[in-house]
């Protein structure tokens, strides 16, 4: 049986019951039929989930679907169509030249229909850290993404206060691409979200818990210092990770091997010799912390697989 510990960015994860590896559309629906009824786990690169150190009692359908399709059009720019399997970073890397790109449609096999389904923008009701997937989970198997993009060297108006700063712009204006990439890439770095075989702060999932939109009265009850951004439905976004800084966690905690990243607090890195039940340990220890402190329950990011905090 596959060790899951070695396809996520985590490091951690016990045994799959069964383990697929699938490279084309056909092989994933083959496999998808094939599982029935019974739990899929669908993986690509790993770097967004926390699976229980038992394992997955089910089948698990490893994509490596990379392929890529283009039509480029000198007036309306390119249309960009790529395999659930696509390297993130690689398919930026490559278009970060032609501009920026906006999804026009996902095709998804319907685990309860039983056939497949393409999915409009609109339809697919993207919000912050949601999605018409997210809401009806295991139900949706992407099988690709089309992308339009438009032609240029600019961005959109940057509104993040953080990455203006490093870009040296106003918060509004636009920057080149080229040089936004590269800002957002050492942000990242300097957070220890970016993998690196040999930096074990890096071993994380990311950001372990979204920003949590909480109503007008919560928000005004925070400290002054505290973020906010409002939105459009009159509620505010505050920062996940001036919550956990202010509750009494600090970077470097440790339970295990988990420690709160010494980079950034939203990060929950694997030092070494972690156990899935360590890190979820420290993240129940960080939620925690931020509901006794602020009344705020945090939301994690990261889909948890066999377990709970």
Known sequence: MADLSDYTSLRVGGPAKKFVEVSSEAEIIAAIEAAGDSPILIMG????????????????????NNSLKSEVDACSGATLTIGAGENWDEFVAMTIERGFAYITRVRTYDRIAKGLKTFTNSECEFSYRNSHFKAHPGRYVVLDVQFQLRLGEMTTPIMYAELAAKLGIAVGDKASVVATRAAVLELRGMKGMLLSKTDHDSWSAGSFFTNPIV????????????????TEDGK??????WLIEHSGIHKGDEIGGARISSKHVLALSNSGSA???????LAK?????????FGITLVTEVNLIGLEI
Do not use: M
């Open 45 to 64: 690169g790993g770097t967004n989930i926390l699976v229980s150190d038992s394992g997955f009692a089910g089948t698990v359908i490893h994509i490596s």
């Open 285 to 293: 220890r960080a939620r925690d912390h931020v509901q006794k402190k």
């Open 215 to 230: 109503t007008k009265e919560i928000a005004d009850a925070l400290p002054a210092d505290a973020p906010r951004w409002p």
């Open 275 to 281: 156990t899935a039940s360590d890190i979820a340990a």
């Open 236 to 241: 505010v976004k505050t920062s996940a990770a």
